[in-house]
């Protein structure tokens, strides 16, 4: 089992930035694949950034591309999303996820993940 905690979301003003930290405990998870996604009010969970632990290889949605920095901290076995440039339409409930199963390229779908947090309350005010 592998448990996930979110924590670093809050208000900020548009244009300011958070960052999100997910920290990971539980089985062995240095093969796993790590996500953030978020989900606005009325919307779909959508897919934000992707990191392969044990490469660091990442990848980002369209939407956030050169705003948002997915990183990993092996020694706190931490997963960090780092945001900046922060708009309204990022105003959503953010969660981090892993992948067990490490596939051909980093999921990006909320159904290839298999263990999720709690999520934390990201507000952008205009």
């Known amino acids: 089992q592998v448990q996930l905690v979110e924590s670093g979301g809050g208000l900020v003003q548009a244009g300011g930035s958070l960052r999100l930290s997910c920290a990971v405990s539980?089985?062995?998870?240095?093969?796993?694949?790590m996500g953030w996604f978020r989900q606005a009010p009325g919307k779909e969970r959508e897919f934000v950034a992707g990191i392969r632990w044990s490469s660091g290889s990442t990848d980002y949605a369209d939407s956030v591309k050169g705003r948002f920095t997915i990183s990993r901290d092996s020694a706190k076995n931490t997963v960090y999303l780092q945001m900046d440039s922060l708009k309204p339409e990022d105003t959503a409930v953010y969660s981090c996820?892993?992948?067990?199963?490490?596939?051909?390229?980093?999921?990006?779908?909320?159904?290839?993940?298999?263990?999720w947090g709690q999520g934390t309350q990201v507000t952008v005010s205009s």
């Open positions: 996820a892993a992948d067990r199963t490490q596939k051909f390229r980093i999921p990006t779908h909320r159904d290839e993940y298999d263990y």
């Open positions: 539980g089985r062995t998870f240095s093969r796993y694949d």
